[in-house]
């Protein structure tokens, strides 16, 4: 895929994220575009750049610190790989955001880092809503504990509710696993806590994520091509 295919591709997911705001009577600009550029190459970065995108999610930390000296600062970088505990400083100290957080020890050493460089962390809670076991991602029974946690701690700022379900098919499928994550998101906000971000939807379920609440969704192929 070339680079102008870049620019094409973003304004037709801009649009087809309209379409569907309106298809699920969502308001209008209240779904946000993360391209996900793991494991594709500088050029096609820039390209997205050129194109207007500014939110990009990479998975792997030192990838992402090879490239991001690479390009302009307004780029707001979010964490969307399995954070281990020995990364977070990093994590903390070059994201913006970190999807991923599914530990107390890991938002602990998340926080630690991030009051130390001074900056303050949006986090999402990673739920692992099917229960696979082995998959990443907190239980949704453990999750208004960890929640209460993690909003304590001073340097994030938790955010929303993150999930990765099995690809999938099915539309109703998909639709009612993102629909379990929108309600864990609505108990969470009725026990009191301030969150705004529902992460979900990637490129081939991203209209079922919006249909059921997502907020960013996370787009790698459709936008970029296929990885390397
Ligand atoms: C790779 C990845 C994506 C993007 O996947 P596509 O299917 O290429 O859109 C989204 N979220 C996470 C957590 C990923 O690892």
Not at 45 to 58: C, N, T, V
Not at 188 to 205: A, F, K, Q, V
Request: aromatic share 6%.
């Amino acid at each position: 895929m070339t680079t102008t295919n870049i620019a094409q591709r973003y304004q037709t997911l801009l649009h087809s994220i309209i379409d569907a705001e309106r298809r699920f009577s969502r308001v209008q600009g209240s779904v946000a575009l993360l391209g996900v550029s793991k494991k594709q190459p500088m050029e096609k970065l820039q390209a997205g750049y050129d194109a207007g995108l500014r939110l990009m999610g990479e998975n792997y930390l030192q990838e992402a610190q090879d490239k991001m000296p690479q390009l302009p600062k307004d780029i707001e970088w979010h964490f969307i790989g399995h954070c281990q505990s020995n990364k977070a400083k990093a994590v903390a100290e070059n994201f913006a955001w970190c999807h991923t957080v599914d530990s107390l020890k890991l938002a602990t050493r998340l926080a630690k880092a991030s009051v130390a460089s001074q900056k303050q962390l949006s986090i999402c809670l990673q739920v692992n809503i099917e229960n696979e076991p082995t998959k990443s991602g907190i239980s949704l029974d453990s999750l208004p504990a960890l929640a209460e946690k993690v909003a304590e701690l001073r340097g994030l700022s938790l955010r929303g509710l993150m999930c990765i379900p099995t690809p999938c098919e099915d539309e109703v499928q998909s639709r009612r696993v993102f629909a379990r994550l929108w309600r864990a998101q609505e108990d969470l906000i009725d026990r009191g806590h301030n969150l705004d971000t529902l992460s979900m939807g990637m490129s081939h379920d991203y209209e079922a994520a919006i249909a059921e609440g997502a907020t960013l969704i996370r787009v790698g192929s459709a936008l970029f091509g296929e990885r390397q």
